[in-house]
C-alpha cells in the first residue's frame, strides 16, 4: 500500500505536465502550480480533519466526526497511518483534476480557498458514503434499498464528482476570451501531454490497485488497468479518423485517461475481455463528448467534463451491465443478474452529481462574490504565469524580457536593455 500510495502521488505532478502541455504557453507553469498546491493543501487538511470525516461513527450517514483523528496524533504507532497516505493521495488528485476547466483565468489565490473547502464539503462526505460506512457503504441506508454500490477506485468518488465541479466551476467563471475562435487556444507542447499521460498511466496501477485484498485479486486489477487504456486509446483514434480525418498525438493521450478513468470503478468486478471492450466505448465516446463543450458553449478548457465526467458515468454506469457475479450471485444484466445492480449504479451517479454540483456551486458563487474567481481581462491577455506568478515557463531572449517587465509594470519606465558580452 506504501507503493501504491507514492505511485498515486505521483499522478497529481504528471497531471501538472498533462494539463501543463495542454494549455498556453503563457498559462503553463500555473497548471503545474495547481496542481503542486492542491498536494499541498489536500495533504495538509487530510491530516487534520479529512481523514477523520471519511470515517468512524458518522452524521446521518453523510460524514465522519472531524476531530476523531484531528491532527493524526492518536494514530502514531498505528498501520492506520499507512492508510492515511494512501486515502489522501485520492483527495488529492481529485481535487487537482478539477483545475483543467478553468485554465488561462483563474486567480490563484482564489484557487487556494476553493482547494480545502471543496474536500472538506465535497470529497470527504462522498468518500464517507461510498467507503467509509456511510448511506452507500455497505450495510448503509440506501444500499438496503437500492442494493450494494459497486465503486472500487473512484468512479463516483474521485471521476464523477471532480468532472461534475469542474462543469459547474466553468459555467461560473465563464468563457476564455476567444473560446472557439482563437486558434491560439490550442495545446502548446505535445510532448508534455505524452509524457503526462504516460506517468499517469504508470502511476494508476497503484491507485487502482493499492485496495486489493489478495493477489487473485491484485492480478486481475492489474491487467484491466492495462487493457481499459489500450482499448480507449484504439477506440479514440478511430473515432477522430472518423469524425476530425487525423488520429493525433493528443487524441492518444486523452484516450488513454479516457480508458483509465472509466476502468477506476470497476477495475476489480469485471473481466479483461469486458475492460478492454468497456475502454473502446468509453475512448469512442469522449470524443463525443469532449466536442459538446463546442455545441452548448461552455469552455470546459483541458476537456476535464468530457473525459473525467464522461468516462466516469460510462464505467460507473457499465458495472450494472457487466460486473461479474460474486460466487456466481448478482452480477450485471449480461450475466442474468437483473435491474438490481444498474439501479444501484444509477442512484450513486445521481446522488454524486447533486452533491457535487450543488456544493461546487454555492462554494464557487461565494469566492466570486467575495474575493472574485477570476483574472481581469488584461492578466488574461498577458497569460497567468506573468500576472500571478511573476514567471515565464520560456525564456526568448530580450523581447521575453522586455514583456515581463512592461507587463509586470505597464506605468514604469522601459526596462533597459541587456548588457553586451
Known amino acids: 500500500m506504501m507503493v501504491a500510495a507514492a505511485l498515486t502521488l505521483m499522478m497529481t505532478p504528471a497531471l501538472g505536465l498533462f494539463y ?21 493543501i489536500a495533504g495538509a487538511v487530510w491530516a487534520l480533519w479529512g481523514y477523520s470525516m471519511i470515517g468512524g461513527e458518522g452524521f446521518l450517514g453523510l460524514f465522519g466526526n472531524p476531530f476523531a483523528h484531528f491532527g493524526l496524533a492518536n494514530l502514531i504507532g498505528s498501520p492506520d497511518l499507512i492508510k492515511v497516505g494512501y486515502s489522501a493521495t485520492f483527495a488529492i488528485i481529485t481535487v487537482a483534476l478539477i483545475s483543467g476547466a478553468i ?21 470527504c462526505p462522498l468518500a464517507f458514503m461510498v467507503w467509509g460506512g456511510g448511506l452507500m457503504s455497505a450495510g448503509g441506508a440506501l444500499t438496503a434499498v437500492f442494493g450494494q454500490v459497486i465503486d472500487f477506485a473512484g468512479g463516483t468518488v474521485v471521476e464523477i464528482s471532480s468532472g461534475t465541479a469542474a462543469f459547474v466551476l466553468a459555467l461560473i467563471l465563464g468563457k476564455r476570451h476567444g473560446f472557439g475562435k482563437d486558434p491560439n487556444h490550442r495545446p ?34 492489474w ?17 477522430e479518423k472518423i469524425r476530425h480525418g487525423h488520429p493525433t498525438s493528443l487524441g492518444a493521450a486523452s484516450g488513454v485517461v479516457a480508458g483509465l478513468v472509466a476502468i477506476t470503478p470497476s477495475c476489480a468486478n469485471v473481466s479483461p475481455v469486458a475492460a478492454l471492450g468497456l475502454g473502446a466505448v468509453a475512448g469512442a ?46 452480477g450485471g444484466l449480461f450475466y442474468g443478474g437483473g435491474f438490481g445492480q444498474l439501479t444501484a449504479q444509477t442512484v450513486a451517479v ?42 515565464t515557463a520560456y525564456e526568448f531572449g530580450e523581447m521575453s524580457r522586455s514583456h515581463f517587465h512592461s507587463a509586470l509594470h505597464p506605468a514604469a519606465v522601459p526596462a533597459p536593455a541587456p548588457a553586451k558580452d
Open 20 to 40: 501543463g502541455g495542454m494549455t498556453r504557453a503563457k498559462s503553463s507553469l500555473n497548471m503545474i502550480m495547481m496542481s503542486f498546491l492542491a498536494a499541498a
Open 285 to 330: 465516446a469522449c470524443v463525443v463528448f469532449v466536442d459538446l463543450k463546442y455545441k452548448f458553449g461552455f469552455d470546459d478548457s483541458l476537456d476535464v467534463v468530457g473525459v473525467h465526467l464522461g468516462a466516469g458515468l460510462i464505467g460507473t454506469l457499465a458495472l450494472g451491465f457487466i460486473a461479474m457475479p460474486v460466487d456466481g450471485v448478482g
Open 223 to 239: 491487467v484491466n488497468t492495462l487493457l481499459a487504456p489500450c482499448g480507449a486509446m484504439i477506440g479514440w483514434l478511430i473515432t
Open 350 to 391: 445521481v446522488i454524486t452529481m447533486l452533491v457535487s454540483g450543488v456544493m461546487t456551486a454555492v462554494i464557487g458563487l461565494v469566492i466570486n462574490k467575495t474575493i472574485g474567481f477570476r483574472v481581469s481581462h488584461e492578466a488574461e491577455t498577458v497569460g497567468v504565469d506573468l500576472s500571478e506568478h511573476a514567471e
Open 103 to 123: 485554465a488561462d483565468r483563474a486567480k490563484f489565490s482564489s484557487w487556494a480557498v476553493f482547494v480545502p473547502v471543496w474536500v472538506t464539503l465535497v470529497y
Open 188 to 221: 502548446h507542447n505535445i510532448p508534455f501531454i505524452m509524457l503526462g499521460a504516460c506517468l499517469l498511466w504508470f502511476g494508476w496501477f497503484g491507485f487502482n490497485g493499492g485496495a486489493a485484498s489478495s493477489a487473485e485479486q491484485a492480478g486481475l486489477i
